[in-house]
Structure formats: structure tokens, C-alpha cells
């Protein structure tokens, strides 16, 4: 089993910074893309950011500037570093892990961690 673990998230002030940390253990053997997604009240999960295993990245406009996401391969690990932050950036931030691959089983499978509350105070 596979499983995504957060932590980095927290309370920070109208134009701070903050840096999100996720893992992902298992039996992994690859796994092709890693990101962040978040979902504020009463709206839809969006995606924030992603990186694949080539270090491809991808941002969602709302944070073009302001993130930074980076990978680590030999750890399964993604990195989000988040500056300038404001408060409609107030979300659960969840890690993504997709197209992973589990050592003995066919297929590829998308995981997702249980997400970390980062709150933006005006």
C-alpha cells in the first residue's frame, strides 16, 4: 500500500511564505508525477502545481511567481515553496502521487495524501 504523508502547512501572515513538504511510501517503483492541489470551502479541488519524474512543471496561473515546486526522485518526495502568500490562497493543500508504479502489480495508480490547512490571515 501506498501511502502520502504532509506536513508544512500552518497560519501565516498576508504576504509570507510557507513551504509544504509530502513523501510517498510503499512498494514504489516509479511514479510519474508528483503535485498539489487544493480545495477552499465550498469550492472544487484545483490543481496548484505538478512535476514529473523529468522535472516537467506545471502551475496554475493563480500562482505563476509566487510557487515553486520541486522533486526529489530517490526519495519520492515534492516540495511546494509558497511565497507571497494571500488569502485566497486559505486551502487544504493535498499531495498528488500519479502513474505509479507498485512492485509486483500491474498498472498504474494515483494517490492522494489527506492534505495539510494552510491559512492566509489578512
Known amino acids: 500500500q501506498v501511502q502520502l504523508v504532509e506536513s508544512g502547512g500552518g497560519l501565516v501572515p498576508f504576504g509570507g511564505s510557507l513551504g509544504l513538504s509530502c513523501a510517498a511510501s510503499?512498494?514504489?517503483?516509479?511514479?510519474?508525477?508528483m503535485g498539489w492541489y487544493r480545495q477552499a470551502p465550498g469550492k472544487q479541488r484545483e490543481l496548484v502545481a505538478v512535476?514529473?519524474?523529468?522535472?516537467?512543471?506545471t502551475y496554475a496561473d493563480s500562482v505563476k511567481g509566487r510557487c515553486a515546486i520541486s522533486r526529489d526522485n530517490a526519495k519520492n518526495a515534492v516540495y511546494l515553496q509558497m511565497n507571497s502568500l494571500k488569502p485566497e490562497d486559505t486551502a487544504v493543500y493535498y499531495c498528488?502521487?500519479?502513474?505509479?508504479?507498485?512492485?509486483?502489480?500491474?498498472?498504474?495508480?494515483?494517490?492522494w495524501g489527506h492534505g495539510t490547512q494552510v491559512t492566509v490571515s489578512s
Open positions: 498528488n502521487a500519479d502513474g505509479v508504479v507498485i512492485a509486483t502489480q500491474l498498472g498504474k495508480y494515483r494517490y
Open positions: 510503499g512498494s514504489i517503483e516509479s511514479i510519474a508525477a
Open positions: 512535476i514529473t519524474s523529468g522535472g516537467r512543471t
